[in-house]
């Protein structure tokens, strides 16, 4: 059960040994999609689930999260090959103009990977034209921002209007400790999500997947 | 008085942490975001790798910056009679700032703050006797475009003669509110004379990365000679070690490396080593400003601050509770108790609900005793053969009363502190009296307190200048409509 051993290794947060499975399959000439599916996105829908039940901490959705890219990235060369169809969208990241605070938005963009999004981040401080470009460079399906700081927090709606101005068709999602779901409406962000988990949830919904 | 502080560390055991920090400072670094800082630290002899931007401080420069550490820091007043010095007036109770939110009085509900909200608790806590310092509590969503700090500053200095202090996003934003204070003074000379705005600001992200913005605002304004401080804010598991004392070496480190900075641009710049040192809820990552362990980490770095003879204190006495229920009472009165005992000097305490998120005007009545609390309690026991009373002891003897006595009636007023929120009536006249609770007998204190003029505002020449200087300015007027 090739597979599910991989499913079993992202959840017992083993980086090494989710490399090492994933490798073995593809040398067993195992269905790359199914590797990833099954294995590692159905993983991590546990994982989410484990968190908002409370089993899971926030330290292991993060290392589950690293040991699944660790697995995606081994994937990555056969994925581009085999179909695109497994790309679920691409999704633009970063902490916006003035915050540097980036623990919640690396989390979100490494569980959004885990899903199967292309993910560009762009780090901290993030100004809104960097943000426009990268949207426009990429061909962005989602712009998410992060904000700890209630005095960055404002820059979002900068950015937000800024692709409505360059009339770019991605969404938008907001996120981090001051934002809330009234603040993200009314600054007309498309998405909000309280925490990593419910970020992917939010992505997929957005992309209608 | 307190005679002796409560202490969680010994004397070898702060030499430990001091040396720990200094270790880190010279091995491992700051990453140091800000171009003008990093310049100081290298002209003044510090490792600076332009390429990574990690500057090392040997132990030597951090030593020789501790020789112009100063034990005072003045928070100036519009109203001279209002300063407050830090460590003679602690503990010197200030306001938590700069929450997005505010609980409406009125219909209870949580919605984004205004101008006109910050000029309404700017009037109350210009009244509220225990609050000291006025950090203005919430931001202001109706700010014009341009105008997002000053939309903040002029109504809490037009409604409140206390000391007001706060932050500001950006140079751009904080020379429009130094501009502010100069024309609130009369000149640019007489503002420099008495700097009431008093800024404050969080340069240093955990772990050990310095900003851009808030360091450029630090260095301005300490080579100009103003009043600035500011909060060291790591979280174990975080951003920082998931371990009270690894979090207070790294926290201890990092006050240690803005201090230098400060000592290394302006020695003998004033001080105080301010934290909000917590412990992240693993379960969901949440802030948890409120937990023990707050309080715990706040002993410890006043004991530090102790060592360094600087003043001491930051944001204790915060609560993640979201109603001014019995966890936003005991997370904020235990905290402040066990810093209060600790010798902890500056508050920041009062009126936020939400882990800072939202203020609230009842949550600020409550404060504002426990704060009164908290001062009665540093009092401690007067000690004087006088107050012994064995004379007086022996006149009433076994079995009498002191209730006659001239005694109790020269003491009876000054002895006690009298609560306005907390009951001490009986079950039967509280139940008459329509059984409120804590809350709501502290929201009706603050209605009335709102529903009186403010004696406080600006004169109406000086208002129309200022108004006319920005154009487009937020009323700022305090106005409660009950």
Redesign the interface.
């Known amino acids: 059960m090739g597979v599910q051993s991989i499913f079993d290794a992202v959840i017992s947060l083993d980086s090494d040994k989710v490399v090492e499975l994933v490798k073995e399959e593809i040398g067993k000439g195992t269905d790359v999609s199914s590797i990833l599916e099954q294995g590692l996105i159905a993983a991590m829908d546990e994982v989410g689930k484990r968190f908002s039940e409370g089993q899971f901490f926030v330290p292991e959705m993060l290392l589950a999260a690293q040991a699944m890219k660790a697995g995606i990235d081994v994937l990555r060369p056969y994925l581009i090959r085999s179909d695109s169809k497994s790309k679920k969208g691409t999704v633009v990241i970063g902490t916006v103009k003035g915050d540097l605070h980036d623990i919640g938005k690396n989390l979100v963009a490494m569980m959004l990977e885990g899903a199967g999004f292309e993910v560009h981040d762009l780090g901290v401080d993030v100004d809104t034209d960097t943000f426009v470009n990268a949207a426009k460079e990429k061909n962005a399906d989602i712009v998410a921002m992060s904000a700890l700081l209630t005095t960055t927090m404002p820059t979002m709606e900068e950015v937000i209007k800024a692709i409505k101005e360059n009339q770019l068709k991605c969404k938008t999602m907001v996120g981090g400790a001051p934002v809330t779901q009234a603040f993200a409406s009314r600054i007309g962000a498309d998405g909000y999500s309280e925490d990593a988990p419910g970020a992917v949830e939010k992505a997929r919904e957005l992309l209608g997947l | 008085m307190i005679k002796q502080f409560a202490n969680l560390l010994t004397q070898d055991e702060v030499v430990n942490v001091h040396e720990a920090s200094l270790e880190i400072l010279e091995n491992v670094g700051l990453l140091v975001?800000n171009e003008k800082a990093r310049q100081i630290f290298k002209r003044h002899g510090c490792q600076v790798d332009s390429q990574t931007a990690i500057v090392k401080i040997p132990r030597r420069i951090v030593e020789e910056c501790r020789k112009s550490f100063v034990p005072r820091y003045t928070f100036t007043a519009r109203d001279p009679k209002y300063d407050k010095v830090l460590p003679d007036d602690s503990p010197v109770i200030v306001t938590a700032s700069?929450?997005?939110n505010i609980i409406d009085p009125k219909t209870g509900e949580e919605r984004?703050a205004t101008s006109t909200d910050i000029a309404n608790i700017a009037h109350l806590i210009n009244e509220l006797p225990g609050y000291d310092v006025f950090s203005i509590s919430t931001?202001a969503e109706d700010a014009p475009e341009g105008q997002?700090s000053l939309s903040r500053f002029y109504p809490a200095l037009k409604n409140c003669l206390k000391p007001v202090r706060s932050?500001t996003?950006?140079m751009h934003d904080l020379k429009q509110v130094l501009e502010l204070g100069a024309l609130i003074a009369g000149s640019e000379e007489a503002y420099r004379e008495r700097p009431f705005i008093n800024h404050h600001y969080c340069p240093v992200?955990s772990p050990l990365?310095m900003?851009?913005?808030s360091t450029e605002a630090v260095i301005y304004l300490v080579e100009q000679g103003l009043p600035v401080y500011g909060t060291i804010v790591p979280n174990a598991?975080?951003?920082a070690p998931m371990s009270l004392l690894g979090t207070l070496v790294l926290g201890n480190a990092e006050f240690l490396a803005l201090a230098t900075l400060i000592q290394l641009i302006r020695p003998g710049a004033p001080l105080i080593y301010a934290v909000l040192s917590t412990v992240?809820d693993?379960?969901?990552?949440a802030?948890a400003p409120g937990a023990i362990e707050t309080a715990i980490l706040q002993v410890a770095h006043t004991q530090m601050a102790r060592f360094y003879n600087v003043p001491s204190g930051g944001y204790i006495g915060l609560t993640n509770a979201h109603v001014n229920d019995a966890q936003s009472g005991y997370e904020t009165g235990m905290l402040t108790t066990a810093a209060l005992l600790a010798g902890a000097d500056l508050f920041n305490m009062g009126g936020l609900l939400s882990s800072?998120?939202a203020f609230d005007y009842a949550k600020a009545v409550i404060d504002n005793e426990i704060a009164l609390m908290l001062k009665q309690l540093k009092c401690g026991i007067p000690f004087s053969k006088e107050e012994m009373c064995i004379d007086l002891i022996a006149e009433v003897g076994p079995g009498g009363t002191y209730m006659d006595k001239v005694h109790t009636l020269k003491n009876m007023r000054k002895v006690a502190l009298f609560p306005k929120v907390a009951t001490r009536e009986t079950r039967g006249r509280w139940e008459e009296d329509g059984r409120k609770d804590a809350h709501q007998r502290a929201l009706q204190e603050a209605i009335n307190i709102l529903k009186k003029e403010n004696p406080a505002v600006f004169p109406p020449e000086l208002d129309s200048k200022i108004r006319a200087h920005f154009p487009g300015l937020v009323p700022g007027e305090a106005v409660f409509n009950d």
């Open positions: 975001r700069s929450a997005p984004r931001l997002f932050n996003p950006n992200v990365t900003d851009v913005e598991g975080m951003t992240a693993m379960r969901s990552g802030y800072l998120m």
